[in-house]
């Protein structure tokens, strides 16, 4: 098992890796203090229930845990206030208090969800995260909780940390093949922004990942999240060296809404747009191999590198419009420097940003 | 002019009180910087709207900053997760960024809900408020904000902090004079708990509050909003010391809640609470005259002192079982010990609370 810490003074909470720790779960519900005596809510969705609710909740019973399950449908639609509600009303009719937590069993999804029901319910309750996909690897560290607004992602939402984050690589092997990828796009991405040798690493491991190996899955994610919290312990609150987490994001977001959720995935989205970010670098006069190299390796993992035709240059600029990175109407831009650094740019203009993804629609 | 600074570390925020000081305000936003290059979002309700929100729309212009409006009903009702998914849609309309702030101008509805919208919105943008009702002077303090869900009230919300707060007298005087009453009834709350020559000052002023006076009335919200912001500089969080605040309304929530939202008003709920927290002093030993002084000033103040007939005991009891202040099953309740000081108890039964409520029926 691997443990890592996220420094955030006050608020800083374990990150705990490794196969089969899902066993131990009331020992380390315990060793956080969890309260026996309060219910606690565990929040799946409907993917995640039939293959590893039983387990948990078995596993909460036997360690003396009052538990009970809140279903969701899977998906990002399931983001919503409506949710937000539905879940709410769960943990009254299972008599939640203060002294409570709200568990999150599952992705990104259910984790950004039960998140921020967890920082809303009573202002506030205990929240525990167990991801199973690797994407929330990233989900699982730095706090960010929302829902989204028909008209934008995560727009309502809040920082609330959890108390423990316990991530057990076995809840992985039931992963479908296309969201394993996704998922270690975000890997990928934090090797790209500070860690040149790692991005090495994942560049020969490639096949080992995607297979699943245990050993090497469980490193990855430990640098992954190790990359993440090292920022997120700088700058909990996005002032400004946090920003370098959304590499590949301003566009991969604009990417997937004007798909319609669901057509790319998140981790396909900011693939290509890590590729898009590498060209622009190109423009800025840094070397051109950052561009051949991110390439060469989301193509190794089977991601996707160029914007699919159909989909139309202006309701991409569009929708890029909409994005909380326009502070007071200026860009922001995550730019790769090198293999493993990025910098912050305030000066790219709109017209920049077209033409990449312009050449991003004939990238193969 | 009054000013008063509650005291929160970081999140530390002035309260400006007197006559006519919304002609200065934007002096005062320049003053605490918000931004005049944000657009800014300023929530009401559809009757403050009409008496005093053109007015302070022309004083933002005037003063350069880009101000929209947006109105909501009027009611309690109106804290609700579907009226916030309405003040985000306004918000992205009118193209809020991080940078930007809402602005409540009106009731603790309005300052709850536009809070809440605030807290959440981009996971938290800038807050200002402009209470227009006296009882928004307990709301504009301490940094609760939250909306109500079905089951129940408050139950979904954070804590954030306004900028400042702006509390001109003038905006009062259109106030019927029951919302007038009720509000006074938090601010004598205010004394009852911490302050006896507060509470006596009250006694002897209760015809110039109640006929709005504005020198005295500046003061008892001074007052009020001073014994508010020493309790909460002292715990934010409610982890202890807060629950004085709650004098009053364990009963008094569930009062509101068994009436039906509107019967009662909350100021005139909790003056009902208060003088049962009097009656479960006396059981508990303490001076008789607590009860007696109690009731007189609440008579004075022309609020009700019994617990309507018609309202169902087992009803009222069932309500409080939902109360957020029972934690972990032990019932905490506030009693007085003498005027200007209250205990927090652990050890009150069900049974106690249930005959001081059968009392509160009888009591004229
Ligand atoms: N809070 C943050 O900092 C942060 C960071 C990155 C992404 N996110 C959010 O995360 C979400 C995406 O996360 P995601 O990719 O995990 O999506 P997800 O939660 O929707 O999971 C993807 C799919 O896999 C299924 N699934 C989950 N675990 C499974 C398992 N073990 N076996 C089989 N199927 C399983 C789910 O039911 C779902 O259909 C987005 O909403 C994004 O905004 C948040
Ligand atoms: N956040 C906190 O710490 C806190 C503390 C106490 C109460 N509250 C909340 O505050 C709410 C009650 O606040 P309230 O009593 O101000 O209610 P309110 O906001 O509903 O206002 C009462 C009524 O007066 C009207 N009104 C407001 N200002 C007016 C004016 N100047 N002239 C004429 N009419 C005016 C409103 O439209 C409304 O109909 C409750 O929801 C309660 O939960 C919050
Ligand atoms: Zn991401
Ligand atoms: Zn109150």
């Not at 203090?33 to 387990?55: C, F, G, N, W, Y």
């Not at 500070?194 to 245990?214: G, H, I, R, S, V």
Request: charged residues 20%.
């Amino acid at each position: 098992m691997r443990e890592l810490t996220v420094d955030l003074g006050e608020r800083s909470y374990p990150i705990y890796i490794g196969q089969g720790i899902l066993n131990n779960i009331a020992g380390l519900f315990e060793k956080h203090q969890l309260s026996r005596k309060s219910p606690m809510l565990v929040i799946t969705d409907d993917e995640v229930a039939p293959l590893h609710l039983e387990r948990v909740m078995a596993l909460l019973r036997e360690g003396g845990f009052a538990a009970t399950a809140c279903i969701v449908p899977a998906g990002e639609p399931t983001k919503s206030l409506a949710q937000l509600e539905g879940i709410v009303t769960a943990a009254l009719e299972a008599g939640l208090d203060r002294s409570s937590a709200i568990v999150a069993l599952g992705g990104g999804v259910v984790g950004d969800l039960a998140g921020f029901a967890a920082a809303s319910f009573m202002r506030g309750i205990r929240f525990v995260q167990i991801p199973t996909t690797i994407l929330a690897h990233d989900s699982s560290v730095g706090g960010k909780v929302a829902v989204n607004h028909p008209m934008a992602k995560n727009i309502i939402g809040a920082f609330h940390q959890p108390e423990l984050v316990l991530f057990d690589i076995d809840t992985l092997l039931t992963l479908p093949s296309r969201q394993v990828k996704a998922g270690l796009s975000e890997v990928i991405k934090h090797g790209l922004i500070w860690d040149e040798a790692f991005t090495q690493w994942c560049d020969d491991n490639a096949e080992k990942l995607l297979a699943l190996d245990p050993e090497a899955l469980s490193y990855a994610l430990y640098i992954g999240c190790k990359v993440k919290s090292i920022v997120v312990s700088q700058d909990e609150r996005e002032n400004d060296l946090r920003a370098i987490l959304n590499l590949g994001h301003t566009i991969g977001h604009a990417l997937e809404a004007v798909a319609g959720y669901g057509e790319l995935l998140h981790g396909e989205a900011i693939a290509i747009g890590m590729v898009g970010a590498a060209k622009l670098a190109q423009q800025f006069g840094y070397d051109e191999n950052i561009h051949t190299v991110t390439k060469n390796l989301f193509l190794k993992y089977g991601l996707p590198v160029s914007i699919p035709a159909h989909l139309d240059t202006g309701s991409i600029m569009n929708a890029m419009m909409h994005d909380k990175k326009f502070k007071e109407g200026t860009m922001v831009y995550i730019i790769p420097t090198e293999i493993g650094k990025v910098e912050i740019r305030k000066d790219v203009t709109v017209a920049q940003v077209r033409q990449i993804v312009e050449l991003l629609k004939g990238e193969s």
